[in-house]
């Protein structure tokens, strides 16, 4: 039997030509998207996408599915307007984060909350560490898990409540034959004379990197900008590039990329945290309540 979910990462495979991207597009973890596909597979018993290296491709009778796919949808869509008020009681929670979070604590408690009930629906807002701080003080979204920003002391400010937080350790991403992959932990200066892999600037990580590199003496010039980890793996594979990624973030392929991570243990780099913040005062909400509890059940791992 399929379900709606199946159905709409079907579609967003068949979008973007990725797994991958469309489990980020999606917020979910590519092992979720990737069973989704495989258990569609299994109930039409045939193959729907051509698999290789570059991505994947649909094939006839993933066409014809994904024609069902679309009218599936759209009938659930207007059966659930024609309810009215039974749609009406479905919750929505909206989550301002950044991409690294989204793709992995986030995702994660999403793909929890969605398998214990359909009353809630959740959006996702896409912001770094400072936006994403206003996005929740003008209460446009209700929760936010994001790194700390320096500087900023949340028990202050207003319209925004500390909820948890864990302290986020840093990573040396590397390909699995890289020199330094044997290693049990690397400084900055390991790794300044090897091309960087960085988050865009204004990224807290990255602030903190450019002054731990300063602090060696030399000019940070990043070779590579994402912030996608799932494509930083990809570029990261067969290649001498090291980036930065706190634990929570980095992505549960790192090993099928072809990838490792070692501790980055500098007292250059100042300690940092993953938090999750609401908006205060919080709106009363059982659907809330749930998608807290998952995202601290996830972010303490």
């Not at 994904?66 to 989550?95: K, M, N």
């Not at 320096?150 to 319209?159: C, L, N, Q």
Request: glycine share 6%; charged share 20%; proline share 3%.
């Amino acid at each position: 039997m399929t379900d709606l979910r199946s159905l709409t990462t079907l579609l967003a495979v068949v979008e973007y030509g990725s797994i991958h991207l469309a489990a980020r597009a999606l917020f979910v973890s590519h092992s979720t998207a990737s069973r989704q596909i495989r258990a569609l597979e299994e109930h039409f018993g045939t193959s729907l996408f051509e698999r290789s290296s570059s991505g994947v491709v649909p094939t006839a009778q993933c066409l014809a599915v994904a024609d069902f796919a679309r009218r599936t949808i759209a009938e659930s869509e207007l059966l659930a307007d024609s309810f009215g008020e039974y749609s009406g009681a479905v919750e929505t929670v909206s989550i301002v984060t950044s991409t690294g979070l989204g793709q992995t604590v986030v995702a994660d408690a999403i793909n929890e909350v969605m398998r214990t009930t359909d009353r809630v629906q959740v959006t996702i807002i896409d912001r770094g560490s400072i936006e994403a701080l206003q996005v929740l003080r003008n209460r446009q979204a209700d929760l936010c898990v994001n790194f700390s920003v320096t500087g900023h002391d949340f028990a202050s400010v207003h319209g925004v409540r500390k909820v948890d937080q864990v302290e986020a350790q840093n990573f040396a991403v590397l390909d699995a034959n890289h020199a330094l992959a044997s290693r049990s932990s690397l400084h900055i200066r390991d790794m300044v004379d090897y091309p960087v892999g960085a988050l865009p600037a204004g990224n807290t990580a990255r602030m903190r990197i450019e002054q731990a590199v300063r602090a060696q003496g030399q000019v940070f010039s990043p070779t590579l900008e994402a912030t996608c980890p799932v494509l930083m793996l990809r570029a990261l594979a067969g290649t001498s590039m090291i980036a930065m990624m706190a634990g929570r973030s980095i992505p549960s392929t790192l090993a099928e990329a072809g990838c490792t991570a070692v501790p980055v243990e500098d007292p250059d780099i100042e300690a940092r945290y993953i938090q999750i913040l609401e908006a205060d005062p919080r709106r009363d909400s059982d659907g809330l309540d749930l998608m807290i509890d998952a995202l601290r059940k996830h972010l303490r791992g």
